[in-house]
Structure formats: C-alpha cells, structure tokens
T-cell receptor, first 112, second 115 residues
Framework: AQSVTQPDIHITVSEGASLELRCNYS??????LFWYVQSPGQGLQLLLK??????LVQGIKGFEAEFKRSQSSFNLRKPSVHWSDAAEYFC??????????FGRGTSLIVHP | GAGVSQTPSNKVTEKGKYVELRCDPI?????LYWYRQSLGQGPEFLIY????????DSGLPNDRFFAVRPEGSVSTLKIQRTERGDSAVYLC?????????????FGPGTRLTVL
C-alpha cells in the first residue's frame, strides 16, 4: 500500500526566508509524487509533480522539490517566501493506481 | 466556467437526512473523482468515474454513499441517513483522462455539516 507522511503539522517562517516542507512516502516501486497547495476557500492546485527523469523538479510560484529515492523523500522548497504563500500544502503519492494518496498536510504561516 | 465547480458551497443538515452534492467538471474531461477531506486531514479517495461508469468505488465508506454521472459530465454524490461523522469537505476533481500523468483539477469543495 502507498502512504505519505508529512511530519510537520505547522511551519512558521518570516517573509523572505527560505522554506522546506518535508514529505516521506512509502511505495514499492518508482512512485509518482505530487505537491498541492490549498488556500482557504480554494480547490487544491498542483504545484509540481515527479514521474521520472531529473530528480529536481521545478514548479509554479517559484517552488521546487527534490526526489531522493534513498530517503523516500520528496521535500518542497522555496528560496524566498512571500506572504501570499500562506496556505495548506499537501504531498501525494501514486503508482500503479491512478488514485493518489495524500498526506495530512502542512500549514504554512508567514510572518511579515 | 473554466474550472471545476461544486454546489452548494456549504450544506448544513440534520442527522438522518438525505443530501446531494453536485460537481460540474471541466468541459470535456472524461475522468471525475470524489474525495472527502476531514478536518486536519488530506483528501481521501471516495469514487472515480471514467465517462458515465464508476470505474472504482472502493473508497466509499458504506452503502449510505452513492454517486452517479448519468451523462458523463455532471456528477452527484448522494448520502443517505447522514451521520455526524459524515461532516467534512467533499472535493471533486476532473482530469482529461485516467492516469496520474493527467493533472487532476479540483473544485473548491462542499462543506457538509451534520448536526
């Protein structure tokens, strides 16, 4: 079975600081990996995805993530956070099934 | 519209009542998914449609939950004899075809509260 762990429920950063959100997955083969962002009252929006190839993936809004097979991780990063990045972030894993499994999410709080 | 829409945005009902939640996918998208998101959790899969048929309903928690997509576009999630534990945000997503390489586009959700 596939599963995702997002160990941080909340992360607080200052505007302009760098950000890293952690994601660990469990899957028996090469996974499909995703990061979504959910703002209040909005649907989930795909930030980036990894299927194969280059393990460093660039996404929208200046986000990137790195797939590390040896660590079963797919951490999300951003070099400089903006106040508008405050939201809930979800990591998801999929594979042979077309149904992704989501983590519980990390709430990002941005201080001015 | 350009995106996935869901109605109503909020629904408050009493325990034991019947509710229907509607999803309008992006035009032309053949795949449609329903998820349930409880407070403090990520979305959990309920059911997936490819066209008019339910290709996978393994996530439906029990037989009180049912969903239809009669014309391969709009879908309705139906919950009978609602219970307080059904309170959650119900999300709908659509994609151009099945398969995880096809991006799922999510609607804003329907927040269901069962009193």
């Amino acid at each position: 079975a596939q599963s995702v762990t997002q160990p941080d429920i909340h992360i607080t950063v200052s505007e302009g600081a760098s950000l890293e959100l952690r994601c660990n997955y469990s899957y028996g083969a090469t996974p499909y990996l995703f990061w979504y962002v959910q703002s209040p009252g909005q649907g989930l929006q795909l930030l980036l995805k990894y299927f194969s190839g280059d393990t460093l993936v660039q996404g929208i809004k200046g986000f990137e993530a790195e797939f590390k097979r040896s660590q079963s991780s797919f951490n999300l990063r951003k070099p400089s956070v903006h106040w508008s990045d405050a939201a809930e972030y979800f990591c998801a894993v999929g594979g042979g099934s077309y149904i992704p499994t989501f983590g519980r999410g990390t709430s990002l709080i941005v201080h001015p | 519209g350009a995106g996935v829409s869901q109605t109503p945005s909020n629904k408050v009902t009493e325990k034991g009542k019947y509710v229907e939640l509607r999803c309008d996918p992006i035009s032309g998208h053949t795949a449609l998914y329903w998820y349930r998101q409880s407070l403090g959790q990520g979305p959990e899969f309920l059911i997936y449609f490819q066209g008019t048929g339910a290709a996978d309903d393994s996530g439906l928690p029990n037989d009180r939950f049912f969903a239809v997509r009669p014309e391969g576009s709009v879908s309705t999630l139906k919950i009978q004899r609602t219970e307080r534990g059904d309170s959650a945000v119900y999300l709908c997503a659509s994609s151009s075809d099945r398969g995880l390489y096809n991006e799922q586009f999510f609607g804003p959700g329907t927040r269901l509260t069962v009193l």
